[in-house]
Nanobody, 125 residues
Framework: QVQLVESGGGSVQAGGSLRLSCAVF????????MGWFRQAPGKKREGVAA???????YYADSVKGRFTFAQDNAKNTLYLQMDSLKPEETAMYYC???????????????????WGQGTQVTVSS
């Protein structure tokens, strides 16, 4: 059983930065792959980034070079550093976990079975 709690969302101007955090609470060490997803009103949920237990990272093409996903296992916390944010990236951002491997579909939301409540990110132009 895994519980995920996101934080760090907020409002920022275009070109600005935010760092999202995902605190992981688990009764057993059952997570193998962690992901960040986002969903804007009226749009489908999309995968943003994923990280394996071995620190292999995966990114959506739209965020490569601007977002960085990292994990601090000592603190059981994961971080998504988001730089050069764009207005179209305004969305609710969710942390997710799965006991399955990230590869080969790290950004498919159907592979994740634990989800946080989300944190809102608003980017103004």
């Amino acid at each position: 059983q895994v519980q995920l709690v996101e934080s760090g969302g907020g409002s920022v101007q275009a070109g600005g930065s935010l760092r999202l955090s995902c605190a992981v609470f688990e009764l057993t060490y059952s997570r193998v792959c962690m992901g960040w997803f986002r969903q804007a009103p009226g749009k489908k949920r999309e995968g943003v980034a994923a990280i394996s237990r071995g620190d292999i990272t995966y990114y959506a093409d739209s965020v490569k070079g601007r977002f960085t996903f990292a994990q601090d296992n000592a603190k059981n916390t994961l971080y998504l550093q988001m730089d050069s944010l764009k207005p179209e990236e305004t969305a609710m951002y969710y942390c997710a976990a799965t006991g399955g491997a990230c590869y080969p579909t790290p950004l498919f939301d159907s592979k994740y079975n634990y989800w946080g409540q989300g944190t809102q990110v608003t980017v103004s132009s």
